[in-house]
């Protein structure tokens, strides 16, 4: 009976979620889509995340191109001719401070051109409110339910899996827009190799102004860590699929990545792609 049960909550749930998204949600996106779209240049689109490999790479080739950043990207050098069209925030979770999360996202407007979109989770809009970044730049909601597995990739264009990293994150976004071929700049999802330590990225450990989000701190047993990186790269293989369904190219930019969902490929040789 309590099986039952369950499975009729679980029913009422996705229920609820697909009616939210048709009825909320969908026509929302829509118009931001297009408005979004509106920016496009191109058919490629480059996904610029923070992983190592990005120190060696030459990211002022990207100027002109159609780029989206994530989180502390906007920290690189070349952050005014990477240009990018819109610029992610996973939401908000513990063990970070919350104040300090809203400081992170001040700085990061304060920083990235003024041209710039901020996209982040619907979740996220009481903080959004709270930083006041919405009052100097667009700011874009999307909604991330389990309900978008039975509703990809034929009918579920604006409603999003809930990412298990930043770039998958914006990745289903990049999808909706139209985009035919998608870039993945420092993907690399090597984290496990710091396990005990900080986590490394393209910029120094001391440039990261977040508490608790890349120290030894967020460390915790190991087979936790490793289950949360299968449900992302199962993410990933999933993404693959419903891409090769939509005719959709992604490649993988990354020269040392544990990405291998995707085709190899490098930024000098992707930026002829119109």
């Known amino acids: 009976m309590m099986n039952v049960l369950n499975k009729a909550k679980s029913a009422a749930r996705r229920l609820r979620g697909i009616g939210e998204y048709y009825f909320q949600q969908r026509p929302y996106m829509l118009q931001q889509i297009k408005m979004l779209q509106l920016k496009k240049t191109s058919q490629t689109a480059f996904l610029i995340a923070t992983g190592p490999s990005v120190k060696r790479q030459n990211l002022a080739l990207l100027s002109g191109q159609d780029c989206f950043t994530i989180s502390n990207a906007y920290l690189h050098g070349d952050i005014a001719d990477i240009n990018p069209l819109v610029h992610g925030f996973a939401e908000y979770h513990q063990p970070m401070d919350r104040g300090n ?147 959709v190219k992604i490649v993988n930019l990354s020269d040392d990545s544990w990405l291998r969902a995707f085709s190899f490929s490098t930024i000098e040789a992707e930026v002829g792609h119109r």
């Open 101 to 247: 999360y809203i400081q992170w996202l001040q700085h990061a407007s304060a920083t990235l051109p003024h041209n710039t979109s901020i996209y982040t989770t619907t979740s996220n809009k009481g903080i959004v409110a709270e930083s006041g970044i919405g009052a100097h730049r667009d700011v874009i909601f999307g909604q991330y339910d389990m309900v978008a597995r039975y509703l990809w990739p034929k009918c579920g264009e604006y409603l999003y899996l809930p990412p298990q990293s930043g770039p998958l994150l914006m990745l289903p976004m990049l999808i909706s827009m139209g985009y035919k071929r998608i870039c993945l700049v420092g993907c690399d999802h090597t984290t496990l190799r710091n396990y005990g330590g900080s986590i490394a990225n393209f910029y120094d450990v001391a440039s990261d102004m977040r508490k608790h989000a890349t120290d030894p701190s967020v460390w915790t047993n190991i087979i936790s860590h490793l289950e949360a990186d299968i449900v992302l790269f199962k993410q990933y293989e999933m993404y693959a699929r419903w891409c090769a369904y939509l005719g």
